[in-house]
Nanobody, 123 residues
Framework: QVHLVESGGGSVQAGGSLRLSCAAS?????????MAWFRQAPGKEREGVAG???????TYTDSVKGHFTISRDNAESILYLQMDSLKHEDTAMYYC????????????????WGQGTQVTVSS
């Protein structure tokens, strides 16, 4: 059974940084999966933030380009999201998700989800 566990969320002031991690277990060949971060703010739909495919191709939503960086450690089956220059509008629950490659940046496409980690940015 596949499990995804996020960590690294917290409260930070605007302009600060956080690094989220997502540890995967219960699967083999982690490398072949598309991994992504989504987020959901209160009253809003879940949206894609960043994705990284099996070939390390990355995708970012426009609002985070230049200040978020997605990466993966295939040896340890861990996904990361480095978030710099955080803004109040980045406040949300952040979820890690995975699906067999190739990536499609749609919520409905992803097969496995973590429970989420809260990020709160105060202005």
């Amino acid at each position: 059974q596949v499990h995804l566990v996020e960590s690294g969320g917290g409260s930070v002031q605007a302009g600060g940084s956080l690094r989220l991690s997502c540890a995967a277990s219960g699967l083999s060949r982690y490398r072949r999966y598309c991994m992504a971060w989504f987020r959901q703010a209160p009253g809003k739909e879940r949206e894609g933030v960043a994705g990284i495919d099996a070939d390390d191709t990355t995708t970012y939503t426009d609002s985070v380009k230049g200040h978020f960086t997605i990466s993966r450690d295939n040896a340890e089956s861990i996904l990361y999201l480095q978030m710099d220059s955080l803004k109040h509008e980045d406040t949300a629950m952040y979820y890690c998700a995975m699906v067999e490659s190739p990536c499609r940046f749609r919520v409905s496409y992803f097969r496995y989800w973590g429970q989420g980690t809260q990020v709160t940015v105060s202005s």
